[in-house]
């Protein structure tokens, strides 16, 4: 496809990387790597070269980061919520005396753990309901354009 099809100055498709492989970060910002890269955790992968000395050397292996993932963050944010979940648990079961609830016409009595709970739950529902229907609108509006 010729480059007045494309629109002149797009890319040429399934292109990666900069026009000209041998441009130095140095003079290109944009081919900087960010700081922040460098503090990702690394893994040794082993060359396939056997060690010189009986000790074994470090130079036979080469470092590379290991890059954050979906599954990973998944799985911190599971540890997270069973953690949360065992404190609620053991607040709630330690708060088992009962506390008489008035709301509106309607009276009854309930653990104070439970009540707690109860006043949680409905707390993150009036920040949840507004914010999703926040959310929706900016979908529906990026959609648009």
């Not at 993932?69 to 979940?85: C, D, F, K």
């Amino acid at each position: 496809m010729s480059d007045e099809r494309r629109g002149g100055d797009s890319p040429t498709w399934g292109r990666v990387g900069p026009e000209d492989p041998t441009a130095d970060p140095a003079t290109h910002p944009a081919l900087r790597v960010p700081d922040a890269v460098s503090e990702q955790p690394t893994v040794a992968v082993p060359t396939g070269e056997a060690p010189d000395g009986p000790e074994g050397d470090d130079s036979t292996t080469v470092r590379r980061a290991i890059p954050a993932t979906r599954t990973g963050g998944l799985w911190s944010a599971l540890i997270l919520s069973a953690i949360v979940l065992i404190f609620l648990l053991v607040f709630i079961l330690q708060n088992t005396t009962p506390v008489e609830i008035t709301f509106l016409w309607l009276t009854g009595s309930l653990p104070t753990g439970v009540a707690l709970l109860f006043a949680a739950i409905a707390g993150v529902l009036l920040v949840a309901i507004p914010g999703t229907g926040r959310i929706l609108q900016l979908r529906r509006e990026a959609r648009r354009h």
